[in-house]
């Protein structure tokens, strides 16, 4: 848990790496983008985008297929 609380946090733990990532906007204005792409029959395409927004008092995060844009999921919250 990131001991300054913050509108959005990320923990990233991959295979091979000794430490993990974490991370989050340093305002409270600020928002989060992450993009995840992998391989397809030796292509790479990004294939999820999670952005997360404030506005108006309220936390949006949106979990959308960057190919179509189409919205996958979405959470808000209060502030």
Not at 4 to 25: C, H, K, M, Q, Y
Not at 55 to 78: C, F, H, Q
Request: aromatic share 6%.
């Amino acid at each position: 848990m990131p001991r300054n609380v913050r509108n959005f946090w990320v923990e990233l733990s991959v295979d091979g790496r000794a430490t993990d990532i974490a991370s989050g906007p340093r305002a409270s204005s600020g928002g989060i983008d992450i993009d995840i792409y992998q391989r397809d029959r030796g292509d790479v395409r990004r294939v999820l985008n999670i952005s997360g927004r404030p506005l108006s008092g309220k936390l949006y995060l949106r979990i959308t297929d960057p190919e179509t844009g189409k919205l996958l999921a979405e959470n808000v919250t209060i502030r």
